[in-house]
């Protein structure tokens, strides 16, 4: 059998055929009659960004740390006596003034002890009196005996040449000489007593001294039976409550001076060293906590706590404490010495880590710089503080962030 071509399309299979001549002669002189254009003449894109101005000047970096509240006026009233607590008249937390009555203590026994001590004054004192009176009478009785002394003497000496031309008996002379001994004796006597007067008069002047001192300590621990504020302060806790017995020496009430409040914060090492030689100029190191309440640099501490690298500075609070707590963590900003030819720009503006963009003539130019801190500007906004290693930053820097950003690239500034 033999198979063999159709001699004809069919209508179909033509009309498929002619579309396909037709588009294909279209196309043919769409190409050829197309404008011819030169890659050369490709228009380079321009990248819309933002600058600003900048100028190498002398800026405080700052630390963003934490601190506590402490006081080194922090003081723990204790009883001074043995007694019952008959009132507290504060609570935890209130503000109190310089004198305010706290804690009153039962004072019946304490103002017993002070009557017995104020009689053992006025015994004293009449002692003092009593002691200086006798010295008077002394002192006249002493001239009395001393005149009836030269009497006898006189007589015994007239009896003794009355005897020696026996016109008087022997006994006679014999008892006017015994009374002669005698009178010598009181007399003696009566001299130590003027003699040591002085001596009596320091004994009672100082017994009347030392029942004086006495009372007024007694009179001491009678006032002591107020517990008053030693200074304007806040109460950090009440340890008793009325009707307690309480002893010697036992805790009442903590109060804590709020005009003596410090920020106790933990500078790091590698800043420590320019704080340090700041203060040894004089130079002021200050700092914000909150809305920008004001701290200064007082000192910094003296022992580094084990397990630390950082040393403990101590700032004082401007002003008085009353909003702040003892013990309260407050976020502080501390001001550091400043940094000459530092500028301040937008973190969008640091590329990597080491360089930032100035526009120069339209187009991106690259500059190394070195990062030295952070700070924030009189808007609040967050500025990075860097210096330039070679090239000077007073030009326009690039403040939007370009992924593709690079020396040459063009760009058309847009600031508005």
Known sequence: MKFGLPSKFSR???NLALVTVVGLVATTTLMATAPQHDASSVEEKIWPVTTMQVKAAELS???????RVESPRHAQLTAAV????SAVDVREGELVEEGQILVVLDDADEELRTQEAATDVAEAQATLESTRRQHAVDVEVLQHMRQLYELTVAKRDRLQKLQRQNLVAAE??????????RQAIELAGQQLKVDSHPQRLEIAEATLE???ALLEQQELRLARTLVTAPFRGRISSVEVSPGDRISEGQMLVRVYDTD???VRVTIPGAVVEPIRQALERGDTIAARYGSGRPLQLGQLAAAVSTGRAGVDALFHVSGDGD?????RALDVTVVLPPLPGVAGIPLQSLYGDDRVYTVVDGRLQEVEVETLGQRRDASGQLQLLVRARSAGLDSELLTTSLPQASTGLRVSVING
């Not at 909003?323 to 013990?327: F, W």
């Open 12 to 14: 179909k299979n033509r």
């Open 82 to 85: 043995t007694a019952t607590v």
């Open 323 to 327: 909003d702040l707590e003892l013990g």
């Open 210 to 212: 030392r029942a004086r």
């Open 172 to 181: 006679q002379l014999e008892d006017t000489r015994a009374a002669v001994a």
């Open 61 to 67: 970096p700052e630390l963003r740390l934490f601190g």
């Open 260 to 262: 003596a409040l410090q």
